[in-house]
């Protein structure tokens, strides 16, 4: 059993700041690239920033120069770093991993995600 888990988020004022963190626990015994997704009311679920293996990053158009993706291998946590918010960055936030499971199995786990607001 596999369990990714996002916190981190909250309301904030446009242009302020919030950091994301995404725990991924359990039966995992490597973590390939992790995705972070956001998802606001009405709108199609859209990848917000990508990190591999390596530590590659990619980034959406949207929010490319104020969002800053890392992880930290040790401790199989990854991070989102968001600056210069925007209204228009109020969504879901959604932590999706790539690994290697139980039995050498390839698959993602998705976390249940977390509400960011940006609101004045």
């Known amino acids: 059993q596999v369990q990714v888990k996002e916190s981190g988020g909250g309301l904030v004022q446009p242009g302020g700041s919030l950091s994301l963190s995404c725990v991924v626990s359990g039966s995992i015994f490597n973590v390939y690239a992790v995705h972070w997704y956001r998802q606001a009311p009405g709108k199609q679920r859209e990848l917000v920033a990508v990190?591999?293996?390596?530590?590659?990053?990619g980034y959406a158009d949207s929010v490319k120069g104020r969002f800053t993706i890392a992880r930290e291998n040790a401790d199989d946590t990854c991070y989102l770093h968001m600056n210069s918010l925007k209204p228009e960055d109020t969504a879901v936030y959604l932590c999706?991993?790539?690994?290697?499971?139980?039995?050498?199995?390839?698959?993602?786990?998705w976390g249940p995600g977390t509400q960011v607001t940006v609101s004045s």
């Open positions: 990190i591999s293996d390596e530590g590659i990053t």
């Open positions: 999706n991993v790539d690994g290697l499971g139980k039995w050498g199995v390839r698959s993602n786990w």
